[in-house]
């Protein structure tokens, strides 16, 4: 915690004035969507569901985002991005950057490595790097071919955009009461495995929520919005590892 404070302090002492570039593009065909629907509205992953030409449980996103920040110079300072795809090429048990780790190093070595980079997974509809429809195959080689087909877009839009001068940051944020999701079947995963296989930790996960919503009475929780205003954009969170641009 310490050594967190000091590079807090140390980040803080040496700020100054930046120039932004963000942009939004067409994400690489990496990430395939693993929830299935079936027939009668149940939601499987793969493997779980005796038919793979189900359809997708619902639409994953298909973009790109970041934003950069440069000195007066032009040097850039660091990079903040986000995939929409799980990030464990490498395997669930290795501690590593994964791909978009990989993608981090390459635009380091192409940009500065006292540079910072800032990934974040976007998986949502639960994203993978396999397609389950050709029998899970790898849409990617391995850790660092993700990471090349992520950084090398998001180098060429850098290279080519707009500069806009930032004078400060400022974030906003709001509280409201939200309601709970209403209880729906297909909102939650189920396959054929019901706790006695290695799909035990899948039912661990959803069977107490479904049980909750299916049961009890419809609550509220509050929640925090929080959004970076960015000259004439607005960064905002629109899930815990993800984000969105608005466009003024």
Same mark, same amino acid.
């Given at each position: ?43 499987? &992953? ?64 192409? &940009?500065?490595?006292? *540079? ?52 400060? &940051? ?7 009461? *939200? ?21 035990? *930790? ?47």
């Amino acid at each position: 915690m310490a050594r967190v404070g000091d590079a807090a302090e140390k980040a803080q002492a040496q700020m100054a004035p930046a120039v932004l570039v963000t942009d939004v593009l067409r994400a690489p065909p990496i990430g395939v969507s693993r929830r299935r629907l079936s027939p009668n509205g149940q939601v499987f &992953l793969p493997g779980g569901g005796p038919d793979r030409s189900w359809p997708a449980e619902s639409p994953i996103d298909t973009k790109i985002q970041f934003v950069a920040f440069e000195n007066l110079d032009r040097q850039p300072i660091g990079f903040i991005f986000n995939f929409p795809c799980h990030n464990n090429v490498s395997g669930g048990s290795n501690y590593t950057g994964d791909m978009l780790g990989r993608a981090g190093q390459i635009m380091r070595q192409k &940009l500065g490595e006292e *540079m910072a980079t800032v990934s974040l997974a976007a998986p949502c509809g639960d994203v993978g790097y396999f397609d389950v429809t050709k029998g899970n195959a790898r849409t990617i080689a391995d850790d660092w071919a993700g990471g090349r087909t992520i950084a090398t877009p998001i180098l060429k839009a850098y290279a080519s955009g707009q500069r806009r001068c930032c004078d400060q &940051l400022t974030v906003r944020s709001i509280v409201e009461r *939200m309601p709970d999701q209403p209880y729906n079947e297909s909102t939650f995963c189920h396959d054929n495995c019901r706790g006695d296989s290695n799909r035990r *930790m899948i039912r661990e996960r959803y069977d107490p929520e479904e049980k909750a919503l299916r049961h009890g009475a419809r609550r509220t929780a509050r929640w925090k919005s929080n959004a970076l205003p960015l000259d004439r954009s607005l960064l905002y969170p629109i899930r815990p590892n993800c984000f969105q641009f608005m466009e003024s």
